[in-house]
T-cell receptor, first 111, second 111 residues
């Protein structure tokens, strides 16, 4: 069965620090996609970054980057130079035939 | 392009009633998926439609149903509401690179 596990329910870091959110997944498919979504308080869910499983290169979007370890089925998100606006719930997701989300990590950026 | 829209944004119903939620995807997107978000269970996949056909279904009872129209707009229906159906219901349309674009959600409260 397809599963996504986020082992950190909640994290807090100081502004400008670097933080890494963990995610592990399981799928029987060889072709799949991985995503990180951000849901700010009382706001819409938005895509942060995506990774195609067949690509070895880790995806990067400005301050956001991933560490994709395919053999270990690990897909962590690194946020560099964290900002107050990064405070949100972060969801890891995998998609083969359907998309499955982890339970989320609530990230607090402290001033 | 306009984003994904969902109506209504808030809804209060009583147990036993039924409810219909509506979702309009981003123009040109033909796939719509629905999710239930609760604090305890996180984001759970309900179903996905593509070109008016249900392509995938999550593990929800038959009280949860949906459909998609020829203009890609989608509705989901929940019959015989239970207290546990109180949740944020999110709709997403799928972009060309498989990411989901989420709407603001409909917050359903069942009393």
């Amino acid at each position: 069965a397809q599963t996504v596990t986020q082992s950190q329910p909640e994290m807090s870091v100081q502004e400008a620090e670097t933080v890494t959110l963990s995610c592990t997944y399981d799928t029987s498919e060889s072709n799949y996609y991985l995503f990180w979504y951000k849901q700010p308080p009382s706001r819409q869910m938005i895509l942060v970054i995506r990774q195609e499983a067949y690509k070895q290169q880790n995806a990067t979007e400005n301050r956001f980057s991933v560490n994709f370890q395919k053999a270990a089925k690990s897909f962590s998100l690194k946020i560099s130079d964290s900002q107050l606006g990064d405070t949100a719930m972060y969801f890891c997701a995998s998609r083969d035939d359907k998309i499955i989300f982890g339970k989320g990590t609530r990230l607090h950026i402290l001033p | 392009k306009a984003g994904v829209t969902q109506t209504p944004r808030y809804l209060i119903k009583t147990r036993g009633q039924q409810v219909t939620l509506s979702c309009s995807p981003i123009s040109g997107h033909r796939s719509v998926s629905w999710y239930q978000q609760t604090p305890g269970q996180g984001l759970q996949f309900l179903f996905e439609y593509f070109s008016e056909t249900q392509r995938n279904k999550g593990n929800f009872p038959g009280r949860f149903s949906g459909r998609q129209f020829s203009n890609s707009r989608s509705e989901m229906n929940v019959s015989t509401l239970e207290l546990g159906d109180s949740a944020l219901y999110l709709c997403a349309s799928t972009g060309q690179t498989n990411e989901r674009f989420f709407g603001p959600g409909t917050r359903l409260t069942v009393l």
